[in-house]
């Protein structure tokens, strides 16, 4: 195995805490791709 | 009053069926004709291979819901097409044999509009010894299959507990197939499982893949936002898989599966084997093989198929270069018989969308394109919205449009199971289809919208997901909020 994640990073990912707000802003910005909506291109 | 037939219950045929009936009168009809007789939320698929979740949390039975909300459920499968009736039936209809309680009946079944929303067939048989359970290979493509898989798994990973090590090959069963979002899903969770069995030191896991380079998933790879950088998606699988000791071996197009052998062409021209103890590889998906009559029993297949259904793409062979966004479907309308569409992996896409690549023995090894949930719910609600607009007569046009190529995706990826300990790998992309002419210094796309993002909330938000979209699909109250 290589590290190729740094342990602060590691960190990051796996904080719950931080991880919550991450949740949030994931389902935003997941939202945000649903409400862009969708159309033809023709 | 209007008949409408809806064959298929996976994610687009139930999507289609639910905004059909909550906006239809019910005077109209709605008639799903499938023959499994739940519904099953696929996606979670990779949790059942793993042993986290039980297939009776992924799936629900349809009959119920569906007489409860006056959905005509025939638990059948579809065998032919007859889009103009034929001697003695005056309308358009479908034969379909009768699976379970009626097994082996037949019915002609008539419409005024119908919906193919069969899905893929799970082409096991283009590759010798892929049948699921044979070989020391498995499949996720199924609850059944996902359960299967985690049998062995268990198996394997009992041996290790022994000391035995277990060498284990994940990816794609074919030269052309598709679907690698699902297996990149499997090896993570499996990676992380090994580890949460204190197994990892004793196995070797690796990668087999179609794809030409990590990250392509069948859409010719990503350019994405990832924190404050633009990566490709290449490097942020290479480096998901390097810190979790994954190998890989790319451009390779399975052949042959034999006990414990994965037999392989690559794209140098070599053919080559890779050894394994437990398999998991993504087989070819495929049309269903159905044929269509017209009137006076002539074969017209060629007018509704091409291997998948027919729709409003633009088929014209073209090279790599010339593809465009314009030649995606937009209101998946079969070009020859108004009333009939196709949305979700029913349709024949107009091309892939990754590079085509042959291997110096002239042998095409590429992804196909795939087709995931959120498009498949999103085109299955939009052909509903058009026939509801025009059975109710608001618009004689059909004027809710949804090409791949002006449509989002979010894919989010599980990296492994557990609230506090699990991990996702959460990607948008805008568009589906890259769009090189709008977008043509980010790879097609939109950076900002097409962005990646690793961990834990990943994880919630995948388990939110399966969630809310089985809540949406056993149509509890205010499921329609929901988007597709
Ligand atoms: C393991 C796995 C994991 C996945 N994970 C994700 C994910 O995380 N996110 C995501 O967005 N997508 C994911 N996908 C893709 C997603 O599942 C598909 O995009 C989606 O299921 C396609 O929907 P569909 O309705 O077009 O086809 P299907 O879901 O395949 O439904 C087809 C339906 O047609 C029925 N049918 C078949 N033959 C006949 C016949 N002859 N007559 C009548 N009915 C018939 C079938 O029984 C089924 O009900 C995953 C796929 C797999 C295999």
Partial sequence: MTRRISKTKQFIMMNPIIQFFKFIYLSLKVLVIVAGGHGGTR | ?484
């Avoid at chain 2, 392509?216 to 290479?238: P, Q, R, T």
Wanted: charged residues 25%; contains cysteine; positive net charge.
């Fill in chain 2, 1 to 484: 009053m209007s008949k409408i037939v809806i064959l298929g219950a996976g994610i687009s045929g139930h999507v289609a069926a639910s905004h059909l009936r909550r906006k239809l009168a019910k005077e109209h009809q709605v008639v799903v004709v499938s023959p499994n007789s739940s519904y099953q939320w696929i996606p979670s698929n990779i949790w059942v291979g793993i042993g986290r979740m039980q297939p009776e949390q992924t799936k629900f039975p349809l009959k119920p819901l569906y007489k409860k909300k006056g959905i005509e459920f025939k638990q059948a499968k579809v065998t032919t097409f007859h889009p103009e009736g034929d001697a003695e039936t005056e309308a358009p209809f479908v034969t379909i044999e009768y699976v379970a309680e009626k097994a082996g009946q037949t019915e002609k079944v008539t419409y005024d509009y119908l919906i193919n929303a069969t899905g893929p067939k799970l082409n096991f048989e283009a590759t010798e010894g892929l049948k699921p359970g044979t070989n020391g290979v498995y499949s996720v493509c199924t609850y059944s299959h996902a359960d299967h898989s985690w049998k062995a798994l268990e198996q394997a990973i009992a041996k290790m507990k022994k000391g035995v090590k277990q060498k284990i090959v994940i990816g794609t069963g074919h030269a052309k197939a598709t679907c690698q979002g699902a297996a990149f899903e499997y090896i993570l969770n499996v990676e992380q499982e090994l580890r949460r069995h204190k197994v990892r030191d004793m196995a070797e896991i690796t990668w087999l893949s179609n794809e030409y380079q990590l990250g392509d998933f069948g859409m010719d790879g990503m350019l994405l936002s990832y924190g404050s950088n633009i990566l490709k998606s290449a490097e942020m699988v290479e480096m998901i898989f390097e810190d979790r000791g994954i190998k890989w071996i790319l451009g390779a197009g399975v052949t042959k599966i034999e006990a414990g052998l994965a037999h392989y062409e690559n794209l140098d021209g070599e053919y080559k084997t890779e050894p394994f103890d437990f398999a998991m590889l993504i087989p070819s998906f495929s049309g269903h093989g159905f044929k269509a009559y017209d009137k006076k029993g002539v074969d017209i297949t060629d007018k509704l198929f091409k291997g998948f259904m027919l729709v409003d793409a633009d088929y014209t062979p073209k090279p790599y270069e010339e593809w465009k966004v314009q030649d995606w479907p937009e209101t998946y309308q079969n070009p020859h018989y108004e009333n009939i569409f196709a949305p979700g992996i029913a349709f024949a896409p107009p091309h892939g969308i990754s590079k085509p690549r042959k291997s110096k023995n002239g042998t095409d090894i590429t992804p196909a394109p795939p087709r995931t949930g959120m498009p498949s719910g999103i085109t299955a609600k939009l052909v509903a919205d058009n026939l509801i607009d025009k059975i109710k007569g608001k618009h004689k046009t059909l004027h809710h449009k949804g090409s791949m190529g002006n449509m989002g995706a979010a894919c989010i990826a599980s990296a492994g199971f557990g609230i506090t300990k699990g991990s996702g790998v959460s990607i948008t992309t805008y568009p589906i289809v890259p769009d090189f002419e709008k977008y043509p210094d980010s790879h097609g796309r939109k950076l900002g919208q097409t962005f990646g993002d690793i961990g834990l909330a990943g994880h919630w938000l995948k388990l939110a997901l399966h969630y809310a979209f089985l809540y949406k699909a056993k149509m509890k109250p205010f499921w329609w909020l929901i988007p597709e």
